[in-house]
């Protein structure tokens, strides 16, 4: 706990941020869509779209028609999942490949601690932020949707389900940040590095659902595995979601250990 509150203090200014941007994106979206007659406007908006493009936003787009399809949306905009990618990456980043650069690290790890329990701890940190920012867009969410529509139990265990989505989603990213961070030496180049790579799965997850020559990558691209639009409705798995990102992260996380574990620090 105390390396979590040593995490927390040195990035607390974007996490509280973070948590209050994505609370108000949530509300202020079930706000505008139980004010305004927005089935029409999605209408007539998707009409508009050229043929591919209306297969990639159609279903987002179609998902506004409704209260629940908008909170199930509002998890899945690029404004959420742009601050969930910096938390990931920013995290691991700075605590490690930015604490060698500094020569920060030198002096932490003289201290009594195993080197794959700090690594552990960094990373059980970083989950647990994560985690605090999901928290507060569901809680956003349930609470709007109570204020300006209706909210059922079966709405609220399909949300739950969606915000673990996403946090399962993005504790692999910061697994992927945690990884290359073992390998680096300065914490610029690592988190570009993950966030180049994790920019390119999302626009060729993109690119997969216009083009079906490219529909074969699907099933590699973690983006497959989050789809709150379609857990809303049914047609995707959460089990599968789960055991899938759940796979990566502990695959990512122990090929973290043995690298930090062996690594020299200079």
Known sequence: MTYAG????????????ALVVVALFQFLLLR????????PIMQSALQGMPEAVRKVVGQDALSMLTVQGAAAFGFNHPLVLVIMAIAAIMIPARHIAGEVENGTLELLL????ERVTLLLKLFAA??????LIVVAAL??????????NQLSADTALRLAGIACNLWLLFTCVASLALLLSTFGR????????????VLVFYL???????????????????????????????ERSLELNTAVLAVLIVTL???????????DIP
């Open 110 to 113: 003289s201290l009594p601690i």
């Open 32 to 39: 505008v869509v139980t004010s305004f007659d927005i089935p």
């Open 253 to 263: 996380v122990a090929g973290s250990a043995f690298q930090f574990n062996r690594r």
């Open 6 to 17: 040593f995490v927390w203090k040195n990035n607390r200014g974007f996490l509280v941020f």
């Open 126 to 131: 970083t989950a647990l932020f994560l985690l």
């Open 186 to 197: 300065e914490a610029n180049k690592v988190a570009l590095r993950a966030a180049g790579i």
């Open 139 to 148: 809680a956003s969410s349930l609470g709007s949707i109570s204020l300006f």
């Open 204 to 234: 060729l997850h993109f690119l997969s659902s216009m083009w079906d020559t490219l529909a074969f990558t699907q099933p590699f691209n973690v983006f497959t595995y989050f789809q709150p639009t379609a857990l809303m409705s049914g």
